[in-house]
């Protein structure tokens, strides 16, 4: 009966088992750091701010609109324009406002070329945004 026989009968294998004693340790001193820590991230300095009050007034830019029909003709809102006036009628817009901007509708029929003519009249009066309006529906075509 003794506890400490040289004997192999009774030999036993070492257990392979985690100790969890130092996670947990590490665990609550990092628990407690945090709960120290989070009030004060959540400390701020009380200011009485001076109170005003205004509106934000936005100002929209003028716009011109252009259409030009399966004929090529050119209309400025209503107004029907021959090639020769538009760019004088372009330049009397940036003249009035400088950030004016263009809505160019074009018919589907419309040649490539007026569309090209207008665009490039309005380069040359200074026009800088110029903006193409299409009609919303399907993607397919003729």
Do not use: C, W
């Not at 709960?35 to 936005?58: E, F």
């Not at 400025?76 to 950030?99: M, S």
């Not at 569309?115 to 309006?133: C, E, H, N, Q």
């Amino acid at each position: 009966m003794a506890m400490g026989s040289f004997s192999n009968q009774n030999h036993q294998a070492p257990t392979a088992e985690i100790n969890m004693t130092p996670m947990v340790d590490v665990m609550l001193v990092l628990l407690i750091i945090f709960i120290i820590t989070a009030p004060l991230m959540t400390h701020s300095v009380k200011v009485d701010l001076p109170r005003a009050s205004s509106t934000p007034t936005p100002e929209k830019p003028m716009t011109l609109q252009v259409s030009i029909t399966a004929t090529n003709a050119i209309f400025v809102g209503a107004e029907r324009i021959n090639n020769e006036a538009l760019e004088t009628r372009f330049r009397e817009a940036v003249a009035q406002d400088a950030n004016v901007e263009m809505h160019l509708r074009a018919d589907r029929d419309t040649r490539y070329e007026a569309v090209a003519d207008t665009m490039s009249a309005a380069r040359r009066a200074g026009l800088t945004k110029i903006g193409f309006v299409t009609q919303p529906g399907s993607s397919s075509s003729k």
